[in-house]
């Protein structure tokens, strides 16, 4: 039943109103009040589906009436009546939100296609928000999904205005997994309730693909997250025989902050192929504490891993780093700086694409021989700019190389794919692959690969009659409960409600335009 409030100050106009509701039986409840403070507390006592009201009332105009209901009720309906001379009145009570206005006098016929038509909106909200309860899980997994992804505000607004960031809020960390050979698609969720057990506390699972799942941990002032990751590499490795990689994020304080955190994650697990000592990655201490502790570390190493990543931005940010460090900070003989040096440009050398041994031996004999600390990071920064100048004539080779594992996905994503199969289609390494692929696209291969595959299930869904199990099978999928996980994650719904034309994306788009 829906409860419809007329406002109007004249008793004629309301009981003629009446009259006309009647046709709709006891599908409705009507109640009338003569002015607009009336309307108020009956707003404020009633939940009401549709509102009636005149523009010019006493006390309260109908503009004044409308503004105020929609604080009270935002998904109130409302219609206004105006005669023609009041028509200005009418378009600017719409940018209230008005679904609609009646003119004066009223045309029985009209108003009935008013009401039909405003009732249905009722019924559609209201499927709509049993359809958000049904699936609150579905759409909270694919909010965050999508949110994490692009960082969209739409994202979060949907979230907070379905109470989801609530729970959002209390994550403090995050953690990121990545495994070889499709393990989470077999026993990423069987790993959770491991993990919870053991770890005696609730965990926030989300699938990224059939390589990488993401770890949320609640508030707890007592944790410690790299032993925590370190305890979860050990526990891979022991029960499924399996390594795995993880990346340790920093403290999150808001939900603003989970898009930036996760980019990051995803930068530090780029390095996974290049610290073969290294399982747990983690960020460098935040910004204001003194860099010594982060140079102390890993110096060396962080300036290598970027030329071997071909990564010139963070090379030359990282060299800077060095450079002011070493200036401030390190008190080191000058011996053990040339060496650090001279490793790096050996390094450096080796990285491109024609080695001159002779420019190699020149530089390296250039850093020993002077004692001018300016003179060694001159000669250091005219390599790195060099090895920059020789990786320009290859990003077009790269993008070669990119389109073709693009291509390769398009056509074949019912194969068992994997980076490694991937990389030795184009001669590459499986890390350089990796890291090329996502600064080409912006996105990671395993999910790029993971995204195709739902794609196409969303067609055959749309066009063809074949059996969810037999599409779970043609795209890729082993697993036909892991493939509408993580159909549902990805495309906020089920493959059956999708196939019956239900598509959340295309609700937010809507709601945001």
Known sequence: MKKILIVDDEKVERNGLRYLLKEFGDEIQVYDVENGRKACSILMQEQIDIMLTDIKMPFMTGLELT??????????????????????????????????????????????????????????????????????????????????YTGKQQYLDKAKKMGLTSVWGKI?????????????????????????????????????????????????????????????????KERYQTECFLAVGREIKSVDQFPKVFAELERLLENKFYRTDMWVFYPSKSEGRDITEKYERDIHNDMINDIRMKDVERLKTDFQKFRTYIQTCRKDSKMYLKFICSEVMKVLYEEMDELDESRLKECVEKIYLTNSLNEIFKEMERSINEFASGLKHKDKSNRDDVEKIKKYIYHNYGEDLSVDSLAEKVFLSPGYLSYIFKKETGENLSRFIKECRIEKAKELLSQSNMKIVQICKCVGFKNVSYFCQNFKEYCGTSPERFRRGENMEDRIREKSS
């Open 67 to 148: 503004k105020k209901a929609r604080e009270l009720q935002p998904d109130l309906q409302i219609a206004i009546f105006s005669g023609y001379g009041q028509f200005e009145y009418a378009k600017e009570a719409i940018k209230y939100g008005v679904s609609d206005y009646i003119l004066k006098p009223v045309n029985p016929s009209e108003f009935r296609n008013t009401i039909e038509k405003m009732i249905l909106a009722c019924n559609e909200k209201e499927r709509e928000q049993t359809l958000l309860k049904d699936n609150e899980e579905i759409w909270d997994k694919f909010l965050i999904q999508r949110y994490l």
């Open 172 to 236: 403090q960390n995050i953690m990121l997994l990545e495994t070889n050979h499709h393990f989470f698609e077999e026993y990423g969720q069987q790993l959770v309730d491991e993990l919870e057990h053991d770890l005696n506390r609730s965990l926030y699972f989300l699938n990224l693909s059939a390589d990488q799942v993401l770890l949320a941990f609640y508030h707890s002032a007592s944790d410690n997250y790299l032993r925590i990751a370190n305890y979860i590499h050990n526990y891979i």
